[in-house]
């Protein structure tokens, strides 16, 4: 007999924030309504989520899965002992640059030498794990909290280095302007303690299609 797999379910909090946004923000309203099939689902481990987030700088969403497809064939069981022990000539041929082959190979290093990381992260506050995940060469800010959104599945995170969401909030609440760091976090004020929620609507008012991290 084949085991039924479960249907993916979305976080404890999602359809709270989704109300109490919708009540604060009538446009966040409109944007959920118009999306509400979609929720945010946790893609694995924070390590994981770091490693699909290097692969994916600064290349479209459809080299990236190309990409990440080839480094895991090359990998062969992704873990940070495995990636640690490899070689930038171990990763020749998926596609990454130098650049990157040498943070992937960094990031196994870091998580491999600290092996109650993982749950250490879980256990602190959004602060201290942006502060400890940007000491990894090729970590920065956004990096960090898209693994608070996607591996940790913290409520409250705005990236507001993440041009997907500055964008979205130009063409929903400034008419198309360009959008600074303050006027986003003044907007954004009204759907704390939710801004990740937020965040996700914002991203899906764009592209419908969930990037996997």
Known sequence: ??????????????RSACKALAAADPIMGVIITRHRSS????????????????????????AAASVWARFLGAVDQLSP?????????????????????????GL?????ARPGLQQALQEMPDTAVIETLTEVRGIGRWTAEMALIFALMRPDVLPLAD?????????????????????????????????????????RSLDPEPVDY
């Open 1 to 14: 007999m084949t085991a039924q797999t479960s249907a993916p379910t979305p976080p404890d909090f999602w």
């Open 39 to 62: 929720f945010l689902i946790s893609r694995g481990d924070v390590f994981t989520t770091l490693a699909r987030a290097i692969v994916g700088q600064q290349i479209s969403v459809k």
């Open 81 to 105: 002992e495995r990636l640690a022990n490899l070689s930038a000539v171990d990763l020749a041929g998926c596609g990454l640059s130098a650049r990157k082959q040498e943070y992937l190979l």
């Open 108 to 112: 196994g290093a870091y998580f491999a």
């Open 163 to 203: 041009l997907g969401l500055m964008r979205a909030i130009s063409i929903h609440y400034r008419k198309g302007r360009e959008t600074t760091d303050q006027q986003a976090l003044k907007i954004a004020a009204a759907w704390a303690p939710w801004r990740s929620v937020a965040t996700w609507y914002l991203w």
